[in-house]
């Protein structure tokens, strides 16, 4: 088992990771019954887009001796109304490094390969941008 949720009321869950003990608060989203005052489930999915890719791009700077330390990505989601669902998905990464063009493409194509990215329905629109130093 991954993880244990429990819904705490008032559109509420909290999910525990069952081997690092971290704890992730959600709640409904204001524009569906919710306070909105923590990530929505749809959040968490944008959110996990984002961490995954990042992530990957990590992994594989490590190969190219390079830090991507203090890169950020900035996350977008954008909702359909009927049937209400995830309809576009846009991340920003904004990269604190400059690095030569062979570079950048291996960086680019590694984030390509998340299984977030590659286990998302293809309905749901992707735009990815990468800003480089």
């Not at 992730?24 to 929505?40: Q, T, Y």
């Not at 669902?85 to 604190?96: D, H, P, R, S």
């Not at 309905?123 to 990468?130: A, G, M, N, Y």
């Amino acid at each position: 088992m991954t993880s244990k949720v429990t819904y705490i009321g008032e559109l509420r869950t909290t999910s525990i990771h069952l081997q690092s003990g971290t704890e992730i608060l959600s709640d409904a989203p204001k524009d569906n019954h919710g306070k909105g005052e923590a990530f929505s489930p749809t959040d968490l999915v944008a959110n996990s887009l984002a961490t995954c890719m990042i992530s990957i791009m990590g992994i594989k700077s490590k190969d190219l001796n390079v830090d991507l330390s203090g890169s950020t990505a900035e996350v977008t989601k954008i909702m359909q109304a009927e049937p209400r669902k995830i309809a576009k998905i846009e991340v920003v990464f904004n990269m604190t490094i400059a690095p030569d063009d062979k570079t950048k493409i291996i960086l680019e194509r590694a984030a390509m390969t998340c299984p977030v990215l590659l286990s998302l329905h293809p309905d749901i629109e992707k735009e990815i941008t990468f800003n480089w130093k």
